[in-house]
């Protein structure tokens, strides 16, 4: 009864790969700055020393977004919220492409990042559109799109800025953003729930809500772990391609795009959520990980069979990553419609933490111990999260 929409009406194809694309262009923004930091330092003045702040910034604004504006979309309409959070992303865009100061450029990363959250606005939206028996399948479409956006990115700016200079990644970004937030504003159905709550005790029972769900907990756990080891290879292969196996900017960004093939995985893995098959698709997402780690050893030569080892475990690190993404959320959207856009937040926040940590930590571990180190600490993430997988005792 939180709205519009019949259970018995299935959502249209068409809403659906909109969604996907929504999704995947809007979370892309908090990505494009990664291999760019090089040239918007130079161009920011921006001390060497402090260039990973635009990184951090943007994640910093990301995980605010998530625990104080996705909230929101269990109180206030959903197209209305969308769209007011992607005028943010579109006025960030176009500061952060046209200022030369670094504090500003800053700035507009974390606005950036702050308004990205719209993507996870729509994804528990996509999930209140969908029938019981369809949600699984629906929300594995719509994460693929996403999935597709975290992939995509940064090749793309690598790309774009080799063409036109990493302004136009930031200038194209804002103008298809701003197309996109006019399609969503006449083509989305309006949500409108009903409020239960201020936005005060909204905010508090955050909190609450981890502590009570014990399905909540597990599964940010198991995500964050996940998302904790993509990070840390994503963050460290690029320098490990370039120093052991002699690749180009342009070399590195085509590895980073066999990656995408990984994003399969997630309609897929709907599919069988929904048939039942959450808890052995679980265990089997967190044994791939494991498993991507060990075949980056099988060969430690910088020979061409080596390199496919690397892209093989890129592609199947990937497919566990969002794999695993959409059997969790297909669980803690079964928690409940009323509060499906606070356990959305507080889940996304969690293994978004997750994620900057194991990039802190991949960093730090490549620096002192080269890419053997860098992959132990992979590893052990998934690790930590098959032990806590075999105290489960239900999906």
């Known amino acids: 009864m939180n709205n519009v929409q019949s259970k018995t009406t299935q959502i249209p194809n068409w809403i659906t790969a909109l969604l996907a694309i929504a999704c995947g262009v809007i979370v892309a923004n908090l990505y494009y700055a990664q291999p760019l930091v090089g040239p918007i330092s130079t161009d920011t003045h921006l001390p060497l020393a402090s260039a990973g702040l635009i990184v951090t910034l943007t994640q910093i604004g990301y995980v605010v977004g998530l625990l104080f504006i996705v909230p929101l979309s269990d109180l206030i309409e959903n197209r209305r919220l969308v769209v007011s959070t992607l005028v943010v992303v579109i006025c960030a865009l176009v500061a952060a492409a046209f200022t030369h100061n670094a504090l500003f450029f800053l700035i507009a990363a974390m606005f950036i990042g702050l308004g990205s959250v719209a993507a996870q606005i729509l994804v528990p939206y996509a999930a209140h559109l969908a029938t019981e028996e369809r949600r699984g399948q629906v929300v594995g479409n719509v994460m693929s799109g996403l999935l597709l956006g975290i992939m ?15 302004q136009a990644v930031f200038i194209l970004s804002a ?83 066999a990656g995408v093939a990984g994003a399969i995985a997630a ?42 080892m690397l892209v093989i475990a890129a592609i199947t690190l990937d497919m566990a990553v969002s794999g695993n993404l959409v059997l969790s959320q297909r669980a803690i959207y079964s928690l409940g419609s009323e509060i499906r856009g606070r356990v959305n937040g507080v889940f996304m926040a969690v293994f978004f933490i997750g994620g900057a940590i194991g990039s802190a930590l991949g960093g730090w571990a490549y620096a002192y111990g080269g890419w053997m180190l860098a992959s132990i600490l992979g590893l052990s993430m998934p690790a930590g999260a098959l032990l806590y997988y075999f105290t489960e005792k239900n999906n």
């Open 152 to 166: 995509l990115a940064r090749p793309i700016a690598s790309f774009v800025t080799d063409l036109w200079g990493w």
């Open 175 to 257: 103008a298809i953003t701003a197309i996109l937030a006019v399609l969503l504003a006449f083509a989305l159905p309006e949500r409108k729930p009903l409020p239960t709550m201020n936005y005060g005790n909204l905010i508090s029972s955050l909190w609450s809500l981890f502590k009570t769900k014990a399905v909540l907990r597990r599964r940010a756990f198991y995500q964050a772990c996940l998302f904790g080891a993509f990070s840390l290879f994503w963050t460290v292969i690029p320098l490990w391609l370039a120093s052991h196996f002699l690749l180009s900017q342009q070399g590195i960004a085509l590895f980073a795009l």
């Open 267 to 308: 309609p897929i893995a709907g599919r069988l959520a929904d048939k039942g098959w959450t808890k052995q698709l679980t265990g089997l997402a967190i044994v791939i990980a494991i498993l991507s780690f060990f075949l980056t050893h099988i060969f430690e030569d910088s020979s061409a069979i080596a390199l496919a």
